[in-house]
């Protein structure tokens, strides 16, 4: 396996970057030189070698860095990570999962032993090793999603399923595109999604909401989402909007290669098995416009995509007064040639 | 995305019989290997190979959630239905390898809640079971009331009351003993909820009374599992699929769709949780409707249809499927 963990910052300095074989494997989401809204599922079911779509939960150069940002950003906010008093079943489960894929998929970095519930956790690259009782939380510096999502990247919503809707009564969310969970907390699936345009005459969240509600025990779904975000923040959250919205100002074609980005949120989709809960971790990748630009198709694709996207979409997510200033950096990369179909890159 | 769950290999390993309608049975795994936890009141969609047609019907899972060895299901014999239950009783036998989906809840336990009550009649009884056990395990604070129709047709009745005395409360019919419903519900602590699983007229008997005692609606949970109905054989024009098929006589549509390779949703398989919804394209006859999932006006539209449990009599029908 041999990830190189690269010791890095997103914020104050912004060190973060990515290495010319992260690039490679960015989930890039555009498969065609346009884009609108779509529930645009699959199975998440193992893809591509070496690709985010490898693993149940990908483990990347970003890891240990990610997670001192997700400690630095709790220290601040606890309120970043709630859990309703019916979902502690729901943590468990998810520790489960993420302790079973992580050291399945990645067994020289993580190892769990099971003796009935005497279980022993070890994470190498973080340079733990624990001891506890499953399903005593005493046994745990913290509660069991907190514990585990404090080791895992992605941001993770976990939905109680009841009166044919989903909840959100659970989480742990440090890495977001501008939503909150305190605000959102308690709040059903219609009511968390109630600001975003288009999709609901569109009749996506109905359509959306029967596909999740109906997804089983071993059968997880995933699809992308996107946005731009300026610097490479992980932390975008409506509660620092103070911190990040002013950064948003003072682009020039000159540090545009360095200062955007183009944030892709791979969102999966989970059934649990104790609890019935529905966990649906957000993880998000950032590439830099100057990373983005060494795959020449996506340099093509992301410019005529930007171009023709329409209004309302570009203000949802938040980049409308920089769009004209992106398009004419990027339309230095796009020649007008065609793009071949799908997202991965034309071989070299 | 494929039709269904994920499915598990499993052998036979035990079948028990609990009293003259009732049979127990016990599956583990073929490879050994340990079968998926799950949450009380989820079923599985057990599959058989009954004499050529392929039938895929579900059972409550009634074994501890959290014992990962075996799943057990107990299965009631109906002599009038359509062979599932009988196939079952008469050919499945120790040692037999079967296919089962992986478990599906449509019927789960709300964990916000103070208190469950519990009411089950009859063969109804299975998912409680496994609820019984989660909730025993983690502190859950639960009341059962169980009606059946004799001491020797009560199954599960002595297994209860030996385990927990205080919580479950049993009812014979044959000795003239029914639920004091209204004063039952009448007396619950704030934040109680209500489940119900038994014949379809109980069920309505509860809601109805829940209802009408100013129950919200949420806090009322019931599982009704229709079997597909027999009826006259019809054909039917899938039109994506370009394929005819014949839907006999003991055979659901959603069957018919399988048997033909093509590859249809469905989780239930008893009308109650819209997965398999079909759009009609056209149609020339009339439809024999037995779904909870659609509207009264969608039944009246002749748009839709639920081929796990309804059935058309008629000249032509047309599915986009």
């Known amino acids: 396996m041999g ?16 290495s010319p074989e992260q690039i490679r494997r960015f989930p890039f989401p555009f498969h065609e030189d346009s884009y609108m809204y779509s529930v645009n599922m699959e199975p998440h079911t193992p893809v591509v070698p070496g690709s985010v779509y490898e693993n149940r939960f990908d483990v990347d150069e970003h890891y240990v860095s990610e997670m001192r940002d997700r400690a630095m950003v709790l220290a601040d906010d606890p309120l970043r990570c709630q859990s309703l008093p019916h979902m502690t079943l729901a943590g468990w489960d998810l520790l489960e999962l993420i302790m079973e894929a992580k050291s399945e998929d990645y067994p020289d970095l993580f190892s769990l032993t099971r003796d009935g519930n005497k279980w022993h956790w070890i994470n190498k690259p973080m340079g733990i090793d624990q001891k506890f009782v499953f399903m005593d939380e005493a046994t745990l510096p913290y509660g069991p999603m907190e514990y585990i999502t404090r080791q895992t990247q992605g941001d993770f919503a976990v939905l109680d399923q009841r009166d044919d809707n989903l909840w959100m009564d659970a989480g742990m969310v440090t890495t ?24 609901h005459e569109m009749g996506i969240f109905v359509r959306a909401l029967k596909f999740l509600l109906n997804i089983q025990q071993g059968a997880p779904a995933r699809r992308l989402n996107w946005t731009m975000t300026v610097n490479p923040l992980l932390d975008t959250s409506p509660e620092n909007y103070h911190k990040w919205g002013v950064q948003k100002k003072g682009l020039t074609l000159e540090n545009m290669g360095q200062k955007m980005h183009l944030r892709v949120e791979l969102q999966t989709f989970f059934r649990m098995p104790r609890s019935n809960a529905l966990i649906f971790p957000i993880r998000a990748y950032l590439i830099k416009m100057d990373e983005l630009v060494t795959v020449p198709k996506w ?10 996207l329409p209004e309302e979409l570009a203000t949802y997510k938040g980049f409308i007064d920089n769009r004209p200033k992106i398009l004419e950096w990027l339309s230095k990369y796009d020649d007008g040639t065609p793009t071949s179909p799908g997202v991965w890159p034309d071989p070299e | 995305m494929s039709a269904g769950t994920a499915k598990i290999n499993v052998t036979v390993t035990d079948v028990t019989k609990v009293n003259d309608l009732v049979t127990r049975f016990r599956f583990a795994r073929t490879d050994g290997g340990p079968l998926p936890h799950f949450s009380g009141g989820a079923h599985t969609v057990v599959e058989m190979d009954d004499n050529g047609t392929i039938r895929l019907n579900p059972y409550s899972l009634m074994s501890d959630p959290a014992d990962q060895t075996a799943y057990t299901i107990s299965v009631r014999r109906d002599d009038e ?3 599932g239950s009988l196939f079952m009783h ?8 079967m296919v089962i989906s992986n478990p ?15 009411l089950a009649g009859g063969i109804g009884i299975t998912p409680f079971l496994a609820q019984i056990k989660q909730l025993a395990t983690s502190n859950g604070h639960f009341e059962l009331h169980y009606s059946v129709r004799s001491k020797l047709l009560g199954s599960y009745v002595n297994e209860l009351t030996g385990h927990y005395p205080n919580n479950v409360h049993i009812y014979f019919d044959d000795q003239k003993q029914a639920i004091d419903l209204e004063n039952l519900l009448d007396g619950q602590p704030l934040g109680t909820h209500i489940y119900v699983c038994g014949p379809k ?5 509860v809601r109805n009374m829940a209802e009408s005692l100013g129950w919200p609606r949420e806090a009322v949970h019931h599982e009704e599992f229709l079997a597909p109905a027999s009826g006259k054989p019809f054909e039917v024009k899938l039109s994506r699929s370009n394929k005819v098929i014949k839907v006999g006589e003991h055979q659901s549509l ?25 759009e009609v394209i056209g149609y020339d006859g009339k439809f024999l409707h037995n779904d909870h999932w659609l509207t009264d006006e969608e039944h009246a539209s002749g748009k839709k249809i639920m081929p796990c449990v309804s059935r058309f009599e008629g000249k032509t029908l047309v599915l986009d499927r």
Request: aromatic share 14%; charged share 25%.
């Open chain 2, 81 to 83: 239905g359509r062979g």
């Open chain 1, 299 to 308: 340099g093509r694709r992301f410019h005529r995509v930007l171009r023709d």
């Open chain 1, 3 to 18: 990830i190189n963990f690269k010791d890095e910052t997103f914020r104050d300095d912004f060190t973060f970057f990515n």
């Open chain 2, 201 to 205: 007229g109980m069920i309505d008997w």
């Open chain 2, 254 to 278: 959603l069957e018919a769709i399988e048997a033909a390779g093509v590859d249809a949703p469905y989780l239930c398989r008893g009308g109650a949780c819209g997965q398999c919804e079909t």
């Open chain 1, 176 to 199: 977001q595109a501008d939503w909150s969970l305190d605000f959102d907390i308690g709040m059903n699936f219609f009511e968390w999604h109630a600001p975003v345009p288009k999709a």
């Open chain 2, 90 to 97: 008469n050919h499945v036998k120790p040692g037999m390898e």
């Open chain 2, 104 to 118: 599906v809840n449509l019927f789960p336990l709300d964990l916000r809640a103070r208190k469950h009550l519990l």
